[in-house]
């Protein structure tokens, strides 16, 4: 296995903090190598990242379904994305890729020996096809496996994306497919959850507090030199000067073609708080308090 395929960056964080953001803007790097949907629909056949190397072939074109036309919408929900942007060789979540090699959606500190070997010749075989050398993934679940990640890639690097909560909270309430979402910490989906009588308000609340506290039981261990922490809110003022940084922490070389397409993105600043009202803003902060305040949002 290549020294760089050894040392992969991983993106975590809450749902809705921006992950995917930061996810596809260190793929915009040339020398990134990435999971795609084809890798997701196939994810034994190392081959099919070989695509991700048209895609780097025609910069414009990709720039334009991975960020819309404005290049600000790194995420689409409340509509079906066009023929043309779902063919198109994307940076997704690849839960598939962790299922065929035996890893199911648990906190675990420690892989089989199966389980490590398969999940490491996935990513070598992604990094080989792709014409890339560092592997980049973004998966939500990964916040609860980072100690698995650890044991298989002893080198590995994460960049935690953190948000304010009351956003998030703001956010996932309003994003099409929440209220079926099953949640690990519940054991339901948010449906269930108010079928039960439970405040929406709370499930929302609950949802960034418990993905928080497992990134950072996550992380308890983890040399803090391997670690890269950026906020939401500093990435949509300025996405070149603090992506550029995390770049470099990635292994990616900050060039002046990256930083002009870094500088390009314009990730516009959500602030839905406001929104919630008062009884459902108190309801968050309650709920979040403490951990607003740990984090420095309060």
């Known amino acids: 296995m290549s020294a760089a395929a050894e040392r992969p960056v991983f993106v975590i964080g809450p749902a809705r903090s921006g992950t995917t953001l ?3 803007a260190l ?20 081959p099919v990242a070989v695509l991700n190397r048209f895609a780097a072939s025609r910069p414009a074109l990709r720039d334009r379904a991975w960020f819309g036309r404005d290049r600000s919408n790194a995420y689409v929900y409340g509509r079906r994305r066009r023929l043309a942007e779902r063919a198109w060789p994307m940076p997704v979540e690849a839960e598939p890729v962790y299922r065929s090699c035996g890893i199911p959606e648990e906190e675990l500190d420690r892989a089989a020996d199966d389980q490590r070997a398969a999940l490491r010749r996935r990513f070598e075989g992604l990094r080989r096809w792709s014409g890339g050398d560092v592997v980049v993934a973004k998966r939500v679940a990964n916040n609860r496996r980072i100690g698995l990640l650890v044991d298989v890639f002893p080198d590995a690097r994460f960049v935690v994306v953190l948000r304010d909560g009351r956003d998030v909270a703001a956010s996932l309430s309003r994003v099409d497919w929440w209220s079926d979402c099953h949640l690990w910490w519940y054991g339901g989906t948010p449906r269930d959850w108010e079928a039960g009588g439970g405040d929406p308000w709370e499930c929302c609340a609950r949802h960034w507090l418990a993905e928080v506290e497992a990134v950072e039981r996550g992380l308890a261990t983890v040399d803090a030199a391997r670690v890269r ?3 939401y809110e500093e990435v949509v003022e300025d996405p070149s000067g603090v992506l550029g940084p995390v770049a470099s922490f990635a292994g990616l070389e900050v060039t002046a073609g990256y ?7 314009s990730a516009p600043r959500r602030v839905p708080t406001p929104a919630l009202g008062v ?6 902060e309650r709920l979040q308090g403490d951990a607003l305040v740990r984090l420095g949002y309060a």
């Open 259 to 265: 930083a002009a397409a870094l500088a390009s993105l």
């Open 279 to 284: 009884t459902a803003l108190a309801t968050v």
């Open 27 to 46: 793929c915009l790097h040339p020398r990134a190598a990435w999971f795609s949907q084809y890798a997701r629909r196939l994810p034994s056949l190392a």
């Open 229 to 231: 922490r950026v906020r």
């Open 22 to 24: 930061v996810y596809k």
